[in-house]
Nanobody
Framework: QLQLVESGGGLVQPGGSLRLSCSASGLTLNVFAVAWFRQAPGKEREGVSCISKSSGSTNYADSVKGRFTISRDTAKNTVYLQMNSLKPEDTAVYYC???????????????WGQGTQVTVSS
């Protein structure tokens, strides 16, 4: 069984940066595609980014393209989401999820973390 734990959230001013971590235990994260989602109060969950298990190819929602970068550290069994130029509309609970492919993960992955709050406010 794969367990995922997110960390790195917090309060940041507009224009600032945060790096979220999705740390795995139980299984190696390298055999899974991993996606980041976010959900703001009163809004539907949104897929933000995904990194594939094999080629390491990445994709991003239009709302974060050019500002967010997803990456993985195989030695640390961790996937990161570097978030730059943050905007108030990025405020949400951010979750990581994993499954066999980005298509499956973005539809609703098999494994989920508990989420970390990101608040962008002055």
């Amino acid at each position: 069984q794969l367990q995922l734990v997110e960390s790195g959230g917090g309060l940041v001013q507009p224009g600032g940066s945060l790096r979220l971590s999705c740390s795995a235990s139980g299984l190696t994260l390298n055999v899974f595609a991993v996606a980041w989602f976010r959900q703001a109060p009163g809004k539907e969950r949104e897929g933000v980014s995904c990194i594939s298990k094999s080629s390491g190819s990445t994709n991003y929602a239009d709302s974060v393209k050019g500002r967010f970068t997803i990456s993985r550290d195989t030695a640390k069994n961790t996937v990161y989401l570097q978030m730059n130029s943050l905007k108030p509309e990025d405020t949400a609970v951010y979750y990581c999820a994993a499954d066999w492919s980005c298509i499956q993960t973005l539809k609703g992955g098999r494994y989920w973390g508990q989420g970390t709050q990101v608040t962008v406010s002055s």
